[in-house]
T-cell receptor, first 110, second 113 residues
Framework: TQLLEQSPQFLSIQEGENLTVYCNSS?????LQWYRQEPGEGPVLLVT?????EVKKLKRLTFQFGDARKDSSLHITAAQPGDTGLYLC??????????FGKGNQVVVIP | NAGVTQTPKFRILKIGQSMTLQCAQD?????MYWYRQDPGMGLKLIYY???????DKGEVPNGYNVSRSTTEDFPLRLELAAPSQTSVYFC????????????FGQGTRLTVV
């Protein structure tokens, strides 16, 4: 099983600050996805990164896929309370499985 | 748009009881998945299916069974409930495995007492 490790596990910041969370693996992925999950809900897709070195922006969120396609990062600029949630990275394994990391719990304090 | 529908949303079971968690999707997706989510543990794959009639074990299949008789439905069966199966269960579907969005249901919160 390819392991996706996410760090930090928990992060609490003040509104307006910037933050970066990470998703790392020893294995190469053809693509990685980032999802956000809010309490009582299922995860919702934010972005899919496919090409090594790729950078995608979604308003104040910036996603980067490592050159070797083993890791990814999510940077949030000027965080807002609405960014609070569990951020999950996911990668497709060769045996048709979609595997998830444990997640980065982000809390933005007003 | 219904998307992925899970029922029930909440359930309390006694040890040794059985139940089926229902999952239906209306997007004509081939891939369907069952995950469990424990506090601080992310999502663990229980079973998955790549099409009607085809199922395979995930990371934590013990104590569960699935079937996929149609493209739309992917029920998860617990035969003899144990306290270790207390968790939130999510069903998901996607058009393909790699690079396509997985759509999740709202989850079933199961407590075994």
């Amino acid at each position: 099983t390819q392991l996706l490790e996410q760090s930090p596990q928990f992060l609490s910041i003040q509104e307006g600050e910037n933050l970066t969370v990470y998703c790392n693996s020893s294995s190469v992925f053809s693509s990685l996805q980032w999802y956000r999950q809010e309490p009582g809900e299922g995860p919702v897709l934010l972005v899919t990164v496919v090409t090594g070195g790729e950078v995608k922006k979604l308003k104040r969120l910036t996603f980067q896929f490592g050159d070797a396609r083993k890791d990814s990062s999510l940077h949030i600029t000027a965080a807002q309370p609405g960014d609070t949630g569990l951020y999950l990275c996911a990668g497709a394994e060769g045996n048709n499985r979609l595997a998830f990391g444990k997640g980065n719990q982000v809390v933005v304090i007003p | 748009n219904a998307g992925v529908t899970q029922t029930p949303k909440f359930r309390i079971l006694k040890i040794g009881q059985s139940m089926t968690l229902q999952c239906a999707q209306d997007m004509n997706h081939n891939y369907m998945y069952w995950y469990r989510q424990d506090p601080g543990m992310g999502l663990k794959l229980i079973y998955y299916s790549v099409g009607a009639g085809i199922t395979d074990k995930g990371e934590v299949p013990n104590g569960y069974n699935v079937s996929r008789s149609t493209t739309e439905d992917f029920p998860l069966r617990l035969e003899l409930a144990a306290p270790s199966q207390t968790s939130v269960y999510f069903c998901a579907s996607s058009f393909a495995q790699t690079g396509t969005e997985a759509f999740f249901g709202q989850g079933t919160r199961l407590t075994v007492v």
